[in-house]
């Protein structure tokens, strides 16, 4: 969808949300969810119709394939660490603006969104909107981030986040009413929107009438620093960062704009979530959504999720699960009250090699930085037995790109340096000047070193420490001898941005199903995060403060080109940049993919409704669950 028809859509959509609402409040459909009404009658919450938005979002059930429900029950999940709490808000995927089933981007807690020469953006709130306290949400609240928080640099000291920058520079935001406001760059910003819809949402707003209290301008620095230190933070602004996380919700006392609102304060190994009785959505009835009044998260270890699972101990199941526990959750069907759905992967590739292009050594960093080298890699992998070894057959060879659903999809990404062809990669290493071996056949890099691969992971999985096998094994053919490591992600992740790491294992990308309005960052190294590329990415998300300049053509290219899409003002112009960069990362083969598309188990309760029978599991855009709307699924009697 074009940005600029988002306004004349929400029109539309509110006109269909009046009529909608109308009939169904007419015929007395719409009820009080039980569990609401002691709180109703006691006159401690008021009744739904003054709890809802003016106008609230309608979800569209005939699109979703879904069927109206009732109001009950508690939903469990299983997750592995405390911090995992954070899940919830990517389920409940409540966004000012969020991806609807075909990935195009619609206003959600926000009524509209009006977009001008992508760079004058505003934001319009549904009158009535609540806090799940109940206090107004109004433009107050993103004032208050704006001012008080991003620009203040005790809270903010690395200055605005990236979505409020466009080409460097901060926007002008302005209060224009009490329900809308706005912000205006220089340059175009593209890149705003989409951090409202991630995943792990940009959040550009505060609940002000809560997070005040902990702020010097409106409370007494002496107060808050005796605070502070009896609550054991480190000072008035640590206080303030904690106590005000939104996307990790700790804090009991913060109230949110999501369908459930946590009420457990940590440590805990168990979190109840009880419904939000101030959301914004209702479905066509009029009922007000969610369905399900409580969802508790049970938090324990990664290592045992898959088997409480097969004991039925989960009503909703993807996190840490595996498709090797296929086999064992299939057989818990026949005694548990729970079925195993096959989704699909959304990551554009299952199992993805990163080769440190960065690396300190400077014989290996030469041969990174080698395209002929990295095919050579990549034609040496059999692809067809890593996938029958792995999944069954059942997932699709193929390098690291985009998925056949995406809309930028083309076969040659998928195909380019994918086939195995052991006698053209020997032939390709000799050409490199890498034909002298040593008695056991190892090749000799230029130095006389044997040429020996050190593979290092998170450990985090088993599929990945299985496919290193079988990798050793082709590569042992090449002459090149592998050997692997595993360690803690953090630990894992300092050691490739100093270059000690040769190769990272670990999932592929998250642009498996892109749109031309999607940011192409994991093309182009913007971010030390990079394991192919960290220290070009530091250097560019730094401003040049720390890490290197892009030294390679191909990657200075990414680079440029990821910049024109940061400047682009319409989805043509952006799907041409985002076709070029596809191009360019496949025939580079800047990582090096294996198995596309692969079996996600997904474990659910017989009785929940609305999940739908197939799904892509993905972390963007679809945020796991989260474009499927849990708030509507619910359980049968």
């Known amino acids: 969808m074009n ?5 004349l859509t929400a029109v539309l959509g509110i006109i269909l949300q009046i009529l909608a609402l109308y009939h169904a409040h007419a015929a007395g459909v719409a009820e009080e969810p039980p569990m609401l009404e002691p709180l109703v009658q006691s006159g401690e919450l008021p009744p739904m119709s ?73 934001l319009r709130l549904r009158k009535g909107h609540k806090w799940s306290d109940g206090h107004p949400f109004t433009a107050e609240d993103f004032r208050y981030y704006f001012e008080d928080v991003a620009n203040n640099e005790n809270l903010s000291g690395s200055g605005l986040p990236q979505v409020l920058l466009s080409n460097g520079k901060p926007p002008k935001f302005e209060v224009i009413d009490e329900f809308t406001v706005r912000y205006t760059w220089e340059d175009p910003n593209p890149a705003f929107p989409l951090g409202l819809a991630g995943s792990r949402p940009a959040y550009i707003y505060k609940p002000a009438h809560v997070m005040k209290q902990y702020h010097p301008r409106y409370s007494d620095i002496a107060e808050l620093e005796k605070m502070a230190e009896e609550g054991g933070y480190r000072n008035w602004s640590a206080m303030h960062t904690v106590l005000g996380r939104q996307y990790r919700p700790e804090n009991p006392n913060l109230p949110t704009l999501q369908p459930w609102r946590n009420t457990t304060k940590g440590p805990s190994k168990r979190f109840e979530f009880e419904r939000n009785p101030f959301y914004h959505r209702v479905d066509p009835t009029g009922q007000q959504l969610p369905y399900l009044d409580k969802v508790i998260v049970l938090t324990g270890s990664a290592d045992i999720v898959a088997t409480k699972a097969g004991s039925g101990e989960s009503d909703l199941q993807a996190r840490y699960l595996r498709f090797d526990n296929y086999t064992f959750l299939k057989q818990g069907e026949k005694t548990q009250n729970y079925r195993v759905l096959l989704w699909r992967a959304g990551v554009a590739s299952q199992i ?112 990945q420490t299985d496919a290193l096998e079988l990798i050793r094994y082709h ?32 999932k ?44 390679l053509p191909s990657a200075k290219r990414l680079l440029e080109l990821y910049r024109l899409w940061r400047k682009s003002t319409n989805k043509p112009e952006r799907e041409e940049i985002w076709s070029e960069m596809l191009e360019i990362y496949s025939e580079e083969v800047f990582s090096i993919g294996i198995a596309r598309e692969a079996i996600q188990p997904v474990v659910v309760n017989k009785k929940l409704r609305n999940l739908p029978e197939t799904g892509i599991y993905s972390w963007s855009p679809t945020a796991f669950f989260g474009i499927y709307r849990p708030d509507t699924f619910w359980f049968e009697e």
């Open 50 to 122: 003054q709890r809802l938005p003016e106008q609230p979002l309608v979800v569209d059930f005939e699109v979703d394939g879904k069927s109206i429900g009732r109001y009950c029950c508690e939903l469990r999940m299983l997750m592995g660490k405390t911090k995992d709490i954070r899940m919830m808000t990517v389920y409940g995927y409540a966004r000012l603006v969020g991806f609807d089933y075909n990935f195009d981007l619609k206003p959600d807690i926000l009524e509209s969104i009006d977009i001008e020469e992508g760079r004058i953006f505003t």
């Open 3 to 7: 940005m600029k028809q988002i306004t």
């Open 352 to 463: 993805s090699l990163y080769p440190n292009l960065n690396v300190k050594d400077p014989v290996w960093r030469e041969l990174f930085q080698d395209v002929k080298f990295r095919r050579a890699l990549s034609i040496g992998l059999d692809r067809h037995e890593l996938n029958e070894q792995l999944f069954f057959g059942l997932a699709k060879e193929g390098g690291d790109t985009v998925l056949e659903r995406s809309p930028l999809y083309k076969e040659i990404y998928a195909t380019n340096w994918a086939q195995h062809d052991t006698n053209l990669a020997n032939k390709m290493l000799d050409e490199l000047g890498l034909a002298k071996r040593n008695p056991s056949g190892t090749r000799l890099l230029p130095d006389g070193r044997p040429m020996e691969i050190i593979v290092e992971s998170a450990g985090e999985s088993t599929e």
């Open 508 to 551: 592929g990308m998250n642009i498996g199903l892109a749109t031309p309005d999607l940011n192409p960052e994991e093309l182009a190294p913007v971010s030390s995060a990079q394991p192919n590329w960290p220290v070009w990415g530091q250097y560019t998300e730094t401003g040049g403060k720390a890490g290197e300049a892009v030294s």
């Open 475 to 506: 590569w042992d053919e090449l002459g090149i001898s592998v050997f692997t490591r595993s360690m803690q992600r953090d630990i894992h992740r300092r050691r490739f941005l100093t270059g000690q790491t040769m190769m990272t294992i670990s």
